[in-house]
T-cell receptor, first 113, second 113 residues
Framework: DAGITQSPRHKVTETGTPVTLRCHQTENHRYMYWYRQDPGHGLRLIHYSYGVKDTDKGEVSDGYSVSRSKTEDFLLTLESATSSQTSVYFC????????????FGEGSRLTVL | GESVGLHLPTLSVQEGDNSIINCAYSNSASDYFIWYKQESGKGPQFIIDIRSNMDKRQGQRVTVLLNKTVKHLSLQIAATQPGDSAVYFCAENRGSGTYKYIFGTGTRLKVLA
């Protein structure tokens, strides 16, 4: 158990509304990640963070913003949700071994109507 | 461009047989590779990893082979069991301290009784 909690686990919202997903970790890891998973696309990196206030874009960052004001929380925000953002969102943290595999949360299923 | 892909979207294997799941990657600078298993409704779970200075690494019933010449990665599962039924992903880390993990689209493994 890597101590990762995602919230909410399920959310249904309407097009044009803002949505924030939260990833919380209890083990003080430096690197945190947001991925989305869609059929036929696997896991695609949205944004990642390498420290407090340090973030970078991934493969599919358009329409998403992130914030990390403290080590344990990494927030993913959809400023104005669109139907194309209906997906399952996974948060991950990087382990502290020299190689550093990722540990994933259980996912947040977002439906944009 | 950046891509990590899989040759076969679905693999059906008889229980007790060995399974081989393949993955191609495109970036020769990648220095670390991971295999993940994802069961329905759950987040991906780490199986095994390998660094680019190795050709082979063995775990419990699993072996990862890395061929840097042709940029190919494979996961071998010995004596496949019903519990091995899942989607398997390969992922690459671009290296150079970026810790940016790019995933393939996934292969579904079905174990036939």
């Amino acid at each position: 158990d890597a101590g990762i909690t995602q919230s909410p686990r399920h959310k249904v919202t309407e097009t044009g509304t803002p949505v924030t997903l939260r990833c919380h970790q209890t083990e003080n890891h430096r690197y945190m990640y947001w991925y989305r998973q869609d059929p036929g696309h696997g896991l695609r990196l949205i944004h990642y963070s390498y420290g407090v206030k340090d973030t970078d874009k991934g493969e599919v960052s358009d329409g998403y913003s992130v914030s990390r004001s403290k080590t344990e929380d990494f927030l993913l925000t959809l400023e104005s949700a669109t139907s194309s953002q209906t997906s399952v969102y996974f948060c991950a943290i990087r382990g502290d071994r020299s190689t550093g595999e990722l540990f994933f949360g259980e996912g947040s299923r977002l439906t944009v109507l | 461009g950046e891509s990590v892909g899989l040759h076969l979207p679905t693999l059906s294997v008889q229980e007790g047989d060995n399974s081989i799941i393949n993955c191609a990657y495109s970036n020769s600078a990648s220095d670390y590779f991971i295999w993940y298993k994802q069961e329905s409704g759950k987040g991906p779970q780490f199986i095994i990893d390998i660094r680019s200075n190795m050709d082979k690494r063995q775990g419990q019933r699993v072996t990862v082979l890395l061929n840097k010449t042709v940029k190919h990665l494979s996961l071998q599962i010995a004596a496949t069991q019903p519990g091995d039924s899942a989607v398997y992903f390969c992922a690459e880390n671009r290296g150079s301290g970026t810790y940016k993990y790019i995933f393939g689209t996934g292969t579904r493994l079905k174990v036939l009784a």
